[in-house]
């Protein structure tokens, strides 16, 4: 019994020091450690990591996947020191499956070297369905011409059965299409010929893959040809409650001529109550109008003189122009923001809500104003405390680019939780005074046994596939250990490796992150606690290449393992551009042309490629905004394959500006939305990432029980597809398109082909 145990450890400290050819000759059993995606994806090629700790020889590892007692996929790898095997999901699949592991050696009458299972959930949707029409609104007799793209989380092309159906502005069925077949790799076409009396109003296409359900919807309208177009312009947002902004009205006729008549205008703002959407007073104007006229937007007639410090509300504005030949056009927007704090502050999303004791701690906080749009030249003040008392961290900063990072150098060994504050105190220069109610945000501890603590540094900007990315990270134990990493990406792990410790001999090579960085805790207020906490942190680092599939968003997770078994574990988020693998391409042969002549398309694309081609009156896009398909959607859908903790997710959304109403005399009482006493360790890193683990060796989880450090404010792990947006993605959506024009331009080309080599059209 007791040899058996030790003979493992032996055996690792002779391949310490000769690997690959040790003495302990024993048939040992390798130590393994396997993670797979926590959330298995129907129809998907599943990945899993196999790390091999201490094998001199390949071993054959072997998965299997079971859903109600029945193997439904098998798949097996020979793997040395670590490598991956691919499982493929069958489609249809859904619920809870078990994922079984074995170990094998070279000679098949040796039984399994180890055995392992776990079990996983199986996600039925393993497609992503784009619904795409030739126009966002239609009349009556028109043809409304669907296509359907339906691609793996790869973004490859898969043909799948798909139902689809369509409703008209009641919920009737209007028509439905059962086992609709993708014509070209993974493209399905439908018509849909409108009726001389169809209903007037949205109508929703509905498409069913799998069990989900996409829609997309299209209007149908009766066709009115507008005599002008009357559009409102207003300020971006109110920069001050004070002080009286400029709004433009623009009324033009279809072609061009500027319309003379009288503006009306009515205003208002919305969200003046504490809590409901209550109405300030409205303000009517009418004056001249002659092409286009600017008009003041005075907010302070409109709100209550008493409107709380978290007011934000939007301004109404309805303009209505007679023109002279007596026709009428109304037009309206609500897009201007208008808030008594200018400025937002939100800590970014990839500020993390836990430190690692002994280490710097790195954040950002974003500043913007009310439209989202950054916010320069603020000056914030941010703070950290580890009790009332003691601040161990203040800093005044100037933002640039909306943003403000800061830097902990050091947050001491005993630090259970640390409280950030940040406070604006000055735009643009001029103090503020107390306006400005704190952001605040807490940070709970990271807990390893040995306190040893790996600390990645997230990098500084969206990285970009084909370059090789370069993560630093620190450690409080030494760093000459071999680290192994895991991406994950859409829900997948796509990169895995290892990396051979460095020589620590070979100082010339990396000089000045190889030498230990000695910090000492500084206290402002007061002397430093008894003994002066000292680390020594050494820093070393990760290279990996970024590849298309790390696209939009990435995971990194690393571990080493420590000699009595400990796994010490770091992850992060890191957001990649996009990136579409196949580039497509269109050129017309001239940029202007008469009616009648004939235009030439060159579209190019990889071979084998099936390319849709669309040709409308450009004009449709500003019928409805948001109606074509963009990069930018496919990459949001994308980003919903990705796996993260319910938990973590919830609290990264939404700033904490009204935290800060409670906050104020009632600091750390338990009305905080944020749970004190959550403590990360290695096992989260490996959560965070979307993983699940086997290992025989390794032990991860040893958050401590009791105390400050109870599980039970800890909601069950609950796998969830959520997207986190990317820090470095746009912050705000774009503000609506407000140009609205009734006008029915045709559709002239609305096909696919496949590309051989150039074709033209
Ligand atoms: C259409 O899909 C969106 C999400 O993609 C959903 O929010 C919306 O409720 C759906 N609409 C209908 C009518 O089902
Ligand atoms: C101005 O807008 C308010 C709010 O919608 C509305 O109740 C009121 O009737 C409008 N007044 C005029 C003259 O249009
Ligand atoms: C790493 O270095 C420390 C001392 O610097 C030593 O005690 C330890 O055994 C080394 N570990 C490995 C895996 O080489
Ligand atoms: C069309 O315009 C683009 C730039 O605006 C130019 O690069 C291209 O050569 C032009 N094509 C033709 C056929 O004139
Ligand atoms: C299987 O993996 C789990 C999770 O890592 C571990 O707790 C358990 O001991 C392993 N089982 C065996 C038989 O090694
Ligand atoms: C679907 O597209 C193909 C190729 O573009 C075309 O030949 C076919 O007529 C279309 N079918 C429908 C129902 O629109």
Redesign the pocket.
Known sequence: MWGALLCPLLWRLLLLLSPRDGVCAAPQAPAYLIAAPSVFRSGVEEVISVTIFNSPREVMVQAQLVAQGEEVAWSQGAILDKGTIKLKVPTGLRGQALLQVWGRGGRAEEGPLFHNQTSVTVDGRGASVFIQTDKPVYKPRHRV?ISIFTVTPNLRPVSQKLEAYILDPRGSRMTEWRHLEP??CGVA???FPLSDQPVLGEWFIFVQVQGHVYNKSFEVQKYVLPKFELLIDPPQYIRDLDICEKGTVRARYTFGKPVSGTLTINMTVNGVGYYSQEVGRPVLRTIKIHGSQDFDICVKDMIPADVPEHFRGTVSIWATVTSVDGSQQVAFDASTPVQRQLVDVRYSKDTRKEFKPGLSYVGKVELSYPDGSPAEGVTVQIRAELTPKDNIYTIESVSRGGLVGFEIPFIPMSAQHVWLETKVVALNGKPVGAQYLPSYLSLSSWYSPSQCYLQLQPPSRPLQVGEEAHFPMKSTCPCNFTLYYEVATRGNIVLSGQQPAPLTHQRSRRAAPETPIRLMHLSETEPPPAPAAEVNVCVTSLRLAVSPSMVPLGRLLVFYVRENGEGVADSLQFAVETFFENQVSLTYSANETQPGEVVDLRVRAARGSCV?VTAVDKSIYLLRSGFQLTPAQVFRELEDYDVSDAFGASREDGSFWWAGLAARRRRRSSIFPWPWGITKDSGSAFTETGLVVMTDLVSLNHRQDGGLYTDEAVPAFQPHTGSLVAAGSSRQPPRAEKTKRTFFPETWI????NIRSDISI
Do not use: K, S
């Open positions: 011409l014509f070209c076409n439908m018509t849709c609305w096909r696919c082909l």
